[in-house]
């Protein structure tokens, strides 16, 4: 079935640092591909979205690029802010059926140091 | 604008206790999902439903059970309370299939 594999975490860095937390996919068919951001203590947000090969999505400095040939979709930002610490979660939905299941991936927890 | 609303928010059970959450979503979803999220790990899919009326399970069902009579209203229900059930729960909603889901804050249930 349908999967995804995120790098292990937690993943630690200074602020101002380079950002890569990885993730690559198994599915068949032509899934949509997300990254959600999980605040403690809060519910899961969207944070960007690719729904095609090629597809880069962005938002608030993340940018993360749809890559079907590696089937990856690896979440990249410049400069991290402590305040990007946080729990990132690769999804994809199912591109088969009518569902909109999302499979996650297990998270990663991001925590940057002032 | 509320979104998704989950209660309650915290909930201690004693073995063999049933109880149920609530979710309700303001936004005329058609697709809502039950979740539960174990430390360490990723969300697992309890149940989801694509319309009022239409439940079906997800990945790990055993021990619940859902009822959407209504749009707005997904309830899960833990009839026999177990310790393997400690968890997260979280609901999500979303407008149409290929769509981003939306989330509640989630209720977090120990059982003991």
């Known amino acids: 079935g349908d999967s995804v594999t995120q790098m292990e975490g937690p993943v630690t860095l200074s602020e101002e640092a380079f950002l890569t937390i990885n993730c690559t996919y198994t599915a068949t068919g032509y899934p949509s591909l997300f990254w959600y951001v999980q605040y403690p203590g809060e519910g899961l947000q969207l944070l960007l979205k690719a729904t095609k090969a090629d597809d880069k999505g962005s938002n608030k400095g993340f940018e993360a690029t749809y890559r079907k040939e590696t089937t990856s979709f690896h979440l990249e930002k410049g400069s991290v802010q402590v305040s990007d610490s946080a729990v990132y979660f690769c999804?994809?939905?199912?591109?088969?059926?009518?569902?909109?299941?999302?499979?996650f991936g297990q998270g990663t927890t991001l925590q940057v140091k002032p | 604008n509320a979104g998704v609303t989950q209660t309650p928010k915290f909930r201690i059970l004693k073995i063999g206790q049933s109880m149920t959450l609530q979710c309700t979503q303001d936004?005329?979803?058609?697709?809502m999902y039950w979740y539960r999220q174990d430390p360490g790990m990723g969300l697992k899919l309890i149940y989801y439903s694509v319309g009022a009326g239409i439940t079906d399970k997800g990945e790990v069902p055993n021990g619940y059970n859902v009822s959407r009579s209504t749009t707005e209203d997904f309830p899960l229900r833990l009839e026999l309370a177990a310790p393997s059930q400690t968890s997260v729960y979280f609901c999500?909603?979303?407008?149409?299939?290929?769509?981003?889901?939306?989330f509640g804050d989630g209720t977090r249930l120990s059982i003991l």
């Open positions: 936004m005329n979803h058609n697709y």
């Open positions: 999500a909603s979303k407008e149409y299939s290929n769509q981003p889901q939306h």
């Open positions: 999804a994809l939905s199912e591109g088969s059926g009518n569902t909109g299941k999302l499979i």
